[in-house]
């Protein structure tokens, strides 16, 4: 999608985000944007003001552009981490339908971490019936995208659902939301589902299973009736609560998306997309994805190989 | 039939559907929306079209009055109070549905803490809060007089016109003409906002570019205009019934009944276009929810109640030479025409979510949350019948209570 973008817009926004590093400006967007994979449709719509004469002065080297424009991530991915910039991951997945089988234990793994009481998904396993049935089954697990521009966030009448500035994330403030589902009804990929208030008999008996809380977003919160996040929009967080302070996780260690951790296949492979060398880039580099309904422009940042 | 048995039968069904919709809002209360049949995927269900229909009939009820208060039309001088009246009252009963619809009802002060002006819903509520004072004030002005004159005696009456009155003394013909003004003022102001917030419940929908049945240009055009025709029918159906009945105002009635018709056949082109082009287009989300409108489950919806109940017969009726004269068979028409417009709305919300967004969704998981069937759970339909209860019931205590239309002065232009 990227190699899209008009090349020498990206060219100048490389140039200009390296004048102002050598110049010492404050950390401003534009900063953060030096690798032109940071930047969002909308921000760059936003910018083009800015940068209108670099652009036209850009276009006039057409050759440079194309090799520059690759160049991009890797250049910035070092002032990434050495400047002060809000954007300093973009978490994603890239799940290789391939090696899903359909045994659905990310649907489980993802229950087991989060604690979702029954009707509440973070993750699902579509699988899309095929006409023959001796055609192989395509099975799709389905978190949430965090799309790069995502239409949930912007129709949040309180803005309790945004995404986060340091990661990309897309989360819920269930202190603030309201509970409208207005954000359901805009959400393109089915990502979101509401807690109208059931729990599973373990939970309803009062059992020792209904103190243990769910760690999402750190908030430590155990289910109790009529209190959130009962009556919120719930959604998939990619397990944020497991990265540590400083936004990172850790496979090795196990801090990591209870889905991607779990599968049995290893076909949902987890990672930061800015990062040149994290197995997500390189998947993606090497092989041909596919993002759903490309055609609402949301920029979904889960890929699926085919 | 005798105009006091319409009102008997007014206040009784008034009495009947608040108490049943006491239960269904002590179920909504004590367990919140355990006992909703909507889900993830069809998120939205009957209380969110009860609410665009009450907005809805608000919407209407309003811009109709400004016919007369902001462009002096004569004819419809008899029903401006209770025009404004009505759109005061609706828009209650619309916040109220969209109120128990809320995950945190307790939360609802959030909007206006915390708007996020890219949404239209927060415009929404911020136009409302707007709209609400703006017809408290545009209704108290005009009849301001008739409170003071009213306050004079002794008794309960006369005490809850001093309160209303909040003070005012003036009864001169003077402080009238300037009450007028206030009035032509606020409701010149009003048309906007009426447009602005009811054009703004469509472009809720049609901003949703994830569901393609709303997705459409004509939503905002479409929203106002079925305000019109049913606001207008609800007119119908208070006039007949209030006040003097439909006897002494036969001719408002028959009025009326012309200007829904224009406005509910202006209606059903803008309809029509909606399904032909979408239908044309073949776009397939697009066509699924025309598929579940038409040949759905619900079909009967569509074909039964909103298209011969709510739109073909009041047709027949406002357009034959026999009925279109008869204030009986105007206000049958109006009823027809408020009832019909409930599967309008109904239709405009449910078959939209009905499908799913991404194949397979609803078989992914065995939950009823995530079904693509729905159909409202008794204390969904309880409360909804109380909200329609408060309604009446409060239509009956405004009669009672507030000054009637009579008693104003003949001439509404400064």
Redesign the interface.
Known sequence: MWDLWPCPISLCLVTMASMQRSIGASPTAIDGGGDSRRWSRRELIDHLGLVGAGALAASMGGGLVGVLGHAAPAAASTGATSSGVNRKFRYGMVIDTRRCVGCKAC?VACKAENKTP????YT??????RDNPDDKPLF?T?PCFHCENP?CT???????TFKREQDGIVVIDYD???????C???????A???????SYPAIEEETAWARVPSPEYRQYRARQH?T?P????RKCTFCLHLQDEEGRYNKAAGRWPACAKTCTGHAIFFGDFQDPNSEVSLLLRERQAIR?KEE?GTEPNVYYLL | MHDRHLKQMFWGAGIVFVLVGVWGWYVRLT????D?DY???I??GLWVASYIYFIGLSAGSFLISALVYVFGVKRFEAIGRTALFAALVTLMLALLAIWA????MG??W??L????F?????WM?WLYGAYFLLLAVELWFLIRRDLVNGGRGSGWKARVYRVLALGSQEDSDVSVAHDRRVVRVLATIGVPVAIMFHGGVGA?FG?????PAWNSGLFPILFLLSALASGGALLVLVTAVFQDGWRRNRDTVVALGRLVLGLLLLDVLFQVSEYLIAGYGNVPGHVAGLKLIFTGPYWWVFWGWQLALGTAIPIALLAARRTRNDPRFVSLAGLLIAVGFIGLRLNIVIPA?AS??????A???A????STEYFPSLSEWALTVGIVGLGLLLFGLGEKLLPQQKEDPVDVRP
């Open positions: 649907v029954p009707g509440v998904n699902v396993v579509v699988e899309d019936t799709l389905k239409p912007d129709v949040c009448p309180v803005s309790a603030r939301c309201i509970g409208c589902r207005y359901i009804t805009a959400c393109p990929y089915g979101r589902t509401f807690d109208f208030g059931e009529e959130s009962i009556g919120n929009v759903l609402l | 367990q919140g929306h355990l909703t889900g993830s995927l998120p939205w619809d809320l995950g945190h939360r609802s959030h909007v803490a915390y708007p996020n890219k949404s239209p819903m927060a509520i809720l901003v949703v570019a994830a569901r979510l799913e967004e991404v194949t397979g969704l078989e992914a998981v939950s009823p949350r995530l």
